[in-house]
Structure formats: C-alpha cells, structure tokens
C-alpha cells in the first residue's frame, strides 16, 4: 500500500525499509525481492550507513538487478561528516550543510546505488552552521539537474522546520525522527504540529524502540494482552499504535529478516481502538494522561 507523504508527492509504501543493518550482500539480495513482492517498495538510506559502505552493497545488487529500479523509492542523507577509513580527511565527527557538500554527497549516492535519481534526499540533522540559503540553492541545483525529485529533513525540531521552509521553493515533504511507544516525546512537544501544519508526513526511525524491549519480560507481559486482543504480534501493534495518529506515519522498520518485514506490513489493516491507545501509552508512562 502506497501514501502519499506531502500533497505534492512521491508516494510510498507505507512501511519503509530501513537498510542500516543490511551489512551483506546476502541480506540485501534477500530482503529486497522479498519486500517488493509484498508492496514495501522504499527503501531509506544515508551516505554514512555502514560507515559509508551500504550504498555501495546495495547498488550492487540492483546493477545485478536493473528492473528493480522502477518499482522501488529510494531515500538518502546527508551532512553528517563521521571519522572513517574512507575518509581520512575528517579530523572529528561533524556536520556540512553547505551546498559543495550536499550536490557532492548526493552525487555520490547516485553513483554508489546505481541509479540517475533519488525520490528523496534528508538533510540528516539539524546543522548549527546551516546557511538556509546554501540549502536552498543546493535542493534547487540537484531538482533542475534531475538528480533528486523531492527534499526533506530528519531530526529537526519545530522551529528549525519553519526556518528552512522559509526558504526553500521545495516543500520539505517530511522530517524523519525518532519516535515510538517507547519514545512518543514528538507527539506532545509541538514537533508533528508543526509537521501537520506544513502538510509534511511523517517517517519515523526506530518505530520498535530498536528491537530493545522485546527482552523486556515486564514491557512484554503488559503489551502481550493488547497483541492476543488484535490477533496480533507485539510488532505489529507497537506499528498499528504508530498509525493511529493523524501525522501520516511512514515507520521505517530496521529489521533484516524479509519475514519480519511482511509482518510489519499486515500491521497497517490492525486499526487499535481510541482507549486501547491511551492504554499503551500509560504502559510506557506508568501514569494516565492528565
Ligand atoms: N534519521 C536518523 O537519524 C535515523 C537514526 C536511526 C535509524 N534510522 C533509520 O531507521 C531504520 C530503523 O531503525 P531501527 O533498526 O532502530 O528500527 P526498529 O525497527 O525499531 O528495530 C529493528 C531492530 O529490532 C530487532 N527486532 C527484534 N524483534 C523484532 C521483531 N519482532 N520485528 C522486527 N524487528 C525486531 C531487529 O532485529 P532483526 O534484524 O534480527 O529482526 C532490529 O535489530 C534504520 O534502518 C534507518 O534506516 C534513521
């Protein structure tokens, strides 16, 4: 099932694969095929996945693939500079929002993926030294060359949206954040107001807490009677809970087992009832809304 994630587009699946641990070639040529079949077909990447070697994984494997190409959406950062072997320039971990950087580093992914676009490219975080303007002539250069259909952001808070939108002619179409059960901070601190105000979707990373509380025999005891009442897995209602609120949410699971994945799909039909909502959420608060 494909969205929308802004009016003006593109339009993805509404469960996104998130390929930071797909770190082998065997996990690549088996989770995208499998993934395609079912209907999940974008794919979210960064230039620094892998310590700078994902892309490179992955675009081998759709150069063996070339059909793969026009069922599937893929999304890149960029900006975050990490200290690496491959990058014996970088003297400390840091961040570059100028436009070299940007038209460089988006350059780059087209190369490594094997591919003349991306459907989406994210800043990665909020940059203290970005230079709106910088940004904007960078988004505007990659659109007319054809390089990057839409642009967006990901970890910025409400009022480093407004600034940037302020100056781009793009809609930046989503912020992609952190949020879950387990971290459901943006939801109450004005962050997807302002995403809503300006129509953006939402793609949230992290979307099961990074798989970190599936050994947490309490969390689990207290989550499994809402996954038997939907007939369900905890997954999937922990996703299911995600949908329910109004932002347009596109979680991006980070598994890399295919079948998880299709799991993560069906949970899009799971429509968790107003009450069982606030009750997942006082299981994590430990309190009830005020
Ligand atoms: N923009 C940013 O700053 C940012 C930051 C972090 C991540 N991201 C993006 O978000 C994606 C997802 O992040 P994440 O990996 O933390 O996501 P996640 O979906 O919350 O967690 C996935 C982890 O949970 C484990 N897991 C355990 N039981 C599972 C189950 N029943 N179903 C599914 N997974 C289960 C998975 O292990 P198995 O592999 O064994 O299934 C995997 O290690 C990343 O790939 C990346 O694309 C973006």
New binding site residues.
């Given amino acids: 099932m494909k969205a929308l994630i802004h009016p003006q587009g593109p339009a993805f699946s509404k469960v ?7 770190t082998s070639k065997d996990i690549v040529a088996s989770c995208i095929p499998a993934v395609l079949e079912v209907g999940i077909t974008t794919f ?3 230039d620094i ?1 892998g310590r700078y070697t994902i892309e490179e994984l992955f675009g081998s494997v759709l150069k063996d693939n070339p059909g793969w190409r026009k069922e599937m959406q893929l999304v890149s ?1 960029c900006g975050i500079k990490l200290l690496a072997e491959s990058k014996p320039e970088h003297r400390i971990k840091h961040y570059d929002t100028s436009f070299q950087h940007i038209v460089s580093s988006a350059e780059n992914s087209l190369r490594l993926l094997h591919t003349d676009y991306l459907d989406l490219l ?1 800043i ?2 909020p940059d203290p030294l970005m230079q709106p303007e910088e940004v904007a002539k960078a988004f505007d250069h990659l659109q007319q060359s054809g390089k990057v259909r839409f642009f967006g952001v ?2 910025f808070t409400a009022s480093q949206i407004d600034v940037l939108q302020r100056f781009c002619i793009q809609p930046l179409v989503t912020n ?3 949020v ?1 059960l387990f971290k459901p901070e943006v939801f109450f601190d004005g962050t997807t107001d302002t995403m809503m105000r300006w129509k953006m979707g939402l ?10 509380y ?1 050994s947490d025999e309490k969390i689990m005891n207290e989550l499994n009677p809402f996954a038997e009442k939907y007939e369900a ?3 999937q209602i922990l996703l299911a809970w995600l949908f329910k609120h109004p932002s347009n949410i596109f ?7 295919p079948g ?2 299709i ?2 799909y069906q949970s899009l039909f799971i429509d968790i009832d107003r009450q069982d909502w606030f009750a997942m959420l006082k299981v994590i608060r430990g309190k009830d809304v005020a």
């Fill in positions: 996104i694969a998130g390929v930071w641990k797909w979210d990447h960064a996945y950062k994210l990665h975080r990901s970890n992609q954040i952190e879950s793609m949230a990373w992290s979307p099961l807490g990074s798989g970190k599936f897995s905890v997954a979680p991006i699971t980070g598994t890399t087992k998880r994945l799991e993560a």
